[in-house]
């Protein structure tokens, strides 16, 4: 828990010290499910079940998005995550969870409309390993790419709806003669604080 406390310390920081700059656009949290799966593929021996079966956990983010372009913006992320699966790679049930904090970085590629501003989310992840039994490689990247719609209110805040497909880029878990790659789905919610940045209508001459 120490670590998990420093981590997201040390990310709110990070958030902290763009609050004054221009192209600061909003900071948020968000929460959902973590549907995920593991791939385990060995070159020496022929696993039993190919696939293994989906866990279904949690995750729970705290972001900063900066860039006052209309249509691109960068996101970066604080997060806790669970992953796992319910079978191992021979089809024997063990319900592996595995708990991971991580650094993300998304483009964000949006488009404003008058109700909803749609947007797609692509970029790696930094994640490490607090928990498993497993006994996975502490840190590992992973690339994510997503979808979301953002409510349009005249309000401070905004509501967020988001799903993203993380797949491993480099194993969870390498071994004589495993190896394991993880993937999973998220669903997410989340509420975003846009700051006014002392935006006001141009005067009127006559």
Not at 51 to 64: H, P, W, Y
Not at 75 to 88: C, H, L, P, R, W
Request: glycine fraction near 8%.
């Amino acid at each position: 828990m120490r670590t998990v406390r420093l981590f997201l310390c040390a990310a709110l920081l990070c958030f902290a010290t763009g609050l004054s700059a221009q192209f600061f656009q909003g900071i948020g949290v968000m929460g959902g499910l973590t549907w995920g799966n593991q791939r385990w593929s060995s070159p020496t021996m022929e696993l039993a079940t190919p696939k293994t079966k989906r866990l279904l956990r949690f995750n729970g983010e705290i972001f900063a998005e900066f860039f006052a372009h209309e249509n691109l913006r960068w996101v970066t992320e604080a997060q806790f995550n669970m992953k796992g699966t319910k079978t191992d790679g021979f089809g024997v049930t063990q319900n592996y969870t595995n708990n991971i904090i991580a650094w993300n970085n998304y483009l964000k590629i949006r488009h404003e409309t008058y109700r909803f501003i749609p947007y797609v989310l692509v970029g790696p992840r930094l994640e490490y390993t607090m928990s498993s039994p497993q006994s996975f490689e502490q840190f590992h990247v992973t690339g994510s790419a997503g979808a979301g719609t953002e409510i349009v209110s005249f309000g401070a805040l905004k509501f967020l709806t988001e799903i993203h497909y993380v797949p491993d880029l480099t194993r969870s878990f390498s071994s004589e003669p495993l190896d394991i790659k993880q993937k999973v789905w998220e669903l997410r919610v989340g509420l975003k604080w846009v700051p006014n940045n002392g935006d006001k209508c141009p005067p009127v001459y006559r």
